[in-house]
């Protein structure tokens, strides 16, 4: 009987439950399903297809994507070997660079810059080839450089790719005299292109901006606001300035007009 026990524990030591590979059935377990007498064979298990989370910095670049980025960020993507790939986005990715390039030259100016005597060479007679310079003589304390001066800021707004300075007279030419004040110098390439002295050539203490820059465009094509491509040409700003020298003009004339009615 003891005997009989050791070789029962022996037997339970060997024990095992098979497990085949998990979806396989036998010939055997296929019949008594084909007879109904054991449920049908369960499916599979298939884990879900792995997609990996979406990373922006792998997302095709866009030109919408291109024009949110910084002039820094354009020039980061020279090593882009995605942007390699792709010759449309890399001409458009040197294109707008480009762009970005000329509207920061455009707003180095914009408005009227003093300098000194030791300055004009420098920014002016030396001022790039594409740049107009406009330079007024002036001094402190004399009403009609204060009134032409206004003027010229106006102006430096309206055109901020042509380059206005400002520089007391005297500092500029030795014993000039005051009763020649104001005075504007209009420069291009490193020579004189035009000379105004007095304030009688812009209508006096009448002047305004406008009339200011129909003068000025008698040296040339001055006046540059920077977005019309190599340069507008003379007639063009003279078209304009016209235009809008005529709407003013007409309004203050309408206000006058108003102003008489309320008067009576």
């Keep these: 009987m003891e005997r009989e026990r050791e070789r029962e524990r022996e037997m339970a030591d060997y024990h095992f439950v098979y497990k085949d590979v998990e979806g396989a059935s036998t010939q055997w377990d296929d019949i008594q399903r084909r007879l109904g007498n054991l449920p049908p064979k369960p499916e599979p298990f298939k884990p879900s297809p ?6 922006p910095d792998l997302a095709p670049k866009s030109k919408a994507w291109l024009d949110d980025r910084t002039p820094a960020e354009l020039e980061d993507l020279e090593d882009d070997h ?5 010759r449309f986005l890399e001409e458009y990715r040197k ?8 509207a920061a030259k455009v707003a180095r100016f914009g408005s009227v810059t003093q300098i000194s005597g030791s300055d004009f060479v420098r920014e002016v007679s030396q001022a790039p080839e594409d740049v107009w310079v406009v330079v007024l003589l002036f001094k402190e304390g004399i009403q009609d450089c204060a009134l032409l001066l206004q003027c010229l800021e106006e102006l430096a707004t309206k055109y901020p790719a042509t380059k206005f300075v400002k520089i007391i007279s005297t500092d500029c030419i030795p014993n000039y005299p ?10 291009n390439n490193g020579a004189v292109k035009g000379t105004y002295v007095g304030l009688h050539h812009f209508g006096s203490r009448r002047c305004t901006s406008e009339a200011i820059a129909l003068t000025l465009c008698q040296s040339g094509p001055v006046l540059n606001d920077g977005h019309s491509g190599d340069g507008p040409s003379r007639q063009g700003i003279l078209k304009g300035v016209q235009k809008r020298f005529i709407e003013k003009v007409v309004a203050d004339h ?10 009576d």
């Design 95 to 102: 294109r707008r660079l480009e762009e970005m390039r000329e």
């Design 82 to 86: 995605d942007l390699d790939d792709d």
């Design 50 to 55: 792995f997609v990996p989370a979406d990373d």
């Design 178 to 187: 005051d009763r020649n004040l104001p005075t504007i110098l209009v420069y």
């Design 254 to 263: 309408e206000n006058k007009d108003v102003d008489d009615e309320d008067s």
